[in-house]
C-alpha cells in the first residue's frame, strides 16, 4: 500500500497540476494526523490534570508536606540526572528540534515531567502545569514522526505544542497560537496553522469529553476608551512588561547560580529547604502551588502589592532550583494580583487590572501577544478586549528581548531601537550554561 506521502505522485497529471486537489490532500492528511495529535494530548492533559488536583487537594490538608519539599526535590532531581538525559531541557527542548530537527524526543519525556511536576505540587512548590502539558503533548505528537517525511516534523511538533497548551488551559485558539507564536519571536510559520489549529480544538474537545473542566472566571464588562483609559492602559502594561522581563531574569540567574552545584539532585534540595524555609517564615500556604484561589480572589478586591512580589520570587527559586511545573499560571498569578494592586492607584476598574495583568505578564514572559490576547478573549469574554489587546501588546514591547523560553530564537526584533537580532537565541542573551 502506498505510503499518504506519495498519494500525489500516483495521481494522473491533469489532477496533480490542480492547487485544489493538493489543499483536499493536504487538509484531509492532517485532519487525521491532528485528530491523533488532539487525542494523544487532550488524555494526557484530562489525565494530569485529575491528578494534580488530587495531589493539590492532599496538600492542602496536610500542610506539614511543605517539610518535605526537599526530598520531592531530591526524587526530582535524582530521577532527572539517571533518567533526563536531553529530556532536562523540557520546553526549550520541542523548541530546539522545531528550529533544527535532529534527534526524536524521548518518549520517557512524558512519565518524567508529569512525575516531576506532580511531586512539585505535593509538597508546595510554587510551580505551574502548562510546562507539563506542552512537553506531553510535543513528546507524543513526535513519536507520529517515526512515520511522516522529516520534512512535517515541525509541524508536529508545533501540533503537539498548542494542542497541549490548549487541552490544559481549555483555550483551543490561544492554544493554537501560542504553538505557531512561540518559537519564533516576531515572526510565524504559517504552513503550521492547520496543524495547529486542528490539534488544539480537539485536544480541548477530548480533555473536557472526559469530564474535566477548567477553572472559570469573570467576564470582565465593557469599558470605552477615554483617553484617561488610554494612559492607564499604557502605563499598567509597561509596569506588566518589565515584571514579566525581571521574572524570566530572576528565574535565569537562579538556574545559573543553582547549576554551580556539581551534582544536579543536590539542587533542587537546596532548593526545596529556601523555598520551604521562606513559606513557613510567611507563615501562609498561599503561594503554595498553583495559587487559582488568590488569582481568583485578584478579580473581586485589591490585592496588597506584596503578593505578586512573593510569588515572583518563590516561583522564580522554585523553578531555577530544578523542580518541575511550568510558569504560565505563576505569571497569570502575578499579572492578575499586580493588576488587582494597581487598581488603588489607577481610577480603572479592579476586575479590570486583573484580566489586563492576567494576559499582559505572560504576553512579557512568553513573547506571545497574539496568543494572549485571544487567551483574555476566550476567559474574561470580548467586551474588554481593547484593553487586554493593549496590555499585551505593551507588556510585548516593554519585557524587551527577554523571555522564559531561552530557546526562542529572534525572527524580528521588537522594535526598530532594540538593534538586529535576528537569529540569535533568548538563552545567548541571558548568557546561560547548557543544562547538565
Request: aromatic share 8%.
Amino acid at each position: 500500500m502506498a505510503s499518504p506521502a506519495f498519494l500525489p505522485r500516483l495521481l494522473p497529471a491533469r489532477l496533480r497540476a490542480l492547487p485544489t486537489t493538493f489543499t483536499v490532500l493536504f487538509v484531509l492528511r492532517w485532519l487525521l494526523l491532528a485528530a491523533l495529535v488532539g487525542a494523544l494530548a487532550g488524555t494526557a492533559s484530562a489525565g494530569f490534570l485529575v491528578a494534580l488536583e488530587a495531589v493539590t487537594t492532599w496538600r492542602e490538608a496536610h500542610p506539614w508536606a511543605l517539610a518535605l519539599l526537599p526530598v520531592g526535590g531530591l526524587l526530582v532531581g535524582l530521577a532527572y540526572h539517571h533518567f533526563g538525559n536531553r529530556v532536562v531541557k523540557g520546553n526549550n527542548l520541542i523548541l530546539d528540534e522545531i528550529h533544527a530537527p535532529g534527534e526524536l524526543i524521548p518518549l520517557r519525556l512524558v512519565p518524567l515531567v508529569l512525575g516531576g511536576t506532580l511531586v512539585t505540587h505535593l509538597f508546595g512548590g510554587s510551580a505551574g502545569r502548562e510546562g507539563t502539558a506542552v512537553q506531553m503533548g510535543g513528546a507524543l505528537a513526535d513519536q507520529l514522526s517515526r512515520w511522516l517525511p522529516r520534512r512535517e516534523r515541525r509541524l508536529l511538533l508545533i501540533a503537539g505544542m498548542s494542542a497541549g497548551f490548549a487541552s490544559v488551559f481549555g483555550t483551543p485558539l490561544a492554544g493554537a497560537v501560542f504553538g505557531l507564536e512561540v518559537f519564533l519571536l516576531g515572526s510565524m510559520r504559517y504552513e503550521a496553522i492547520l496543524p495547529s489549529f486542528l490539534a488544539a480544538v480537539v485536544a480541548d474537545a477530548v480533555t473536557r469529553a472526559w469530564g474535566v473542566g477548567h477553572t472559570p472566571y469573570p467576564e470582565l464588562a465593557s469599558m470605552p476608551l477615554t483617553a484617561l483609559g488610554l494612559g492607564c492602559a499604557l502605563l499598567a502594561g509597561a509596569l506588566f512588561g518589565l515584571t514579566a522581563s525581571g521574572f524570566a531574569t530572576l528565574t535565569h540567574g537562579l538556574s545559573k547560580q543553582f547549576g554551580r552545584i556539581g551534582y544536579a539532585p543536590l539542587r533542587p534540595v537546596l532548593g526545596g529547604v529556601l523555598v520551604a524555609a521562606s513559606m513557613w517564615a510567611l507563615g501562609t500556604s498561599r503561594y503554595e502551588g498553583l495559587g487559582v484561589p488568590v488569582i481568583v480572589e485578584a478579580f473581586g478586591h485589591p490585592l496588597p502589592i506584596q503578593d505578586f512580589a512573593l510569588k515572583l520570587a518563590l516561583t522564580a527559586l522554585t523553578l531555577g532550583a530544578g523542580f518541575k511545573g511550568g510558569e504560565v499560571t505563576p505569571l497569570f498569578f502575578i499579572g492578575a494580583a499586580l493588576g488587582s494592586a494597581l487598581a488603588g492607584v489607577l481610577p480603572l476598574p479592579v476586575a479590570l487590572l486583573a484580566g489586563m495583568g492576567f494576559v499582559g505578564v505572560f504576553s512579557g514572559a512568553a513573547n506571545t501577544p497574539l496568543a494572549c490576547l485571544l487567551m483574555g478573549l476566550e476567559l474574561f469574554g470580548t467586551h474588554a478586549g481593547i484593553y487586554l489587546g493593549i496590555s499585551c501588546v505593551v507588556a510585548y514591547l516593554f519585557s524587551g528581548h527577554s523571555g522564559i523560553y531561552t530557546a526562542q530564537v529572534i525572527g524580528q526584533a521588537k522594535h526598530p531601537l532594540l538593534g538586529r537580532q535576528q537569529g540569535r537565541r533568548l538563552g545567548a542573551l541571558h548568557q546561560l550554561p547548557p543544562p547538565r
